[in-house]
């Protein structure tokens, strides 16, 4: 089992930045992929950005350029900074750590509200 734990996030004006956290517990051991996935209101969740064990990363189109994922060189905690925020970046974000290779279990933070205004 792993555990993740979210922290940041909160009211930001167009144009804005805010920064995500997110660290791990338990099972650390057997993380892959760790990553930040968002959800608005009357939509699907989406993946915002993926760090894998390898270190390659991915974003969405809609955030390239303007967030980017880290983590600090530890594999128990992950960061999601945001800059230049849309309105359109409103959402519930979520934190996800991934563990196995052939099967993989999903693990998600309680979820973070980021809000932007115009």
């Known amino acids: 089992q792993v555990q993740l734990v979210q922290s940041g996030g909160g009211l930001a004006q167009s144009g804005g930045s805010l920064r995500l956290s997110c660290t791990a517990s338990?099972?650390?051991?057997?993380?892959?992929?760790m990553g930040w996935y968002r959800q608005a209101p009357g939509k699907q969740r989406e993946s915002v950005a993926v760090l894998s064990s390898d270190g390659r990363l991915k974003y969405a189109d809609s955030v390239k350029g303007r967030f980017t994922i880290s983590n600090g060189n530890t594999r128990t905690t992950v960061y999601l900074q945001m800059n230049s925020l849309k309105p359109e970046d409103t959402a519930v974000y979520y934190c996800n750590a991934q563990t196995g290779w052939a099967s993989k279990t999903d693990y998600w933070g309680q979820g973070t509200q980021v809000t932007v205004s115009s």
């Open positions: 338990g099972s650390i051991r057997r993380i892959t992929d």
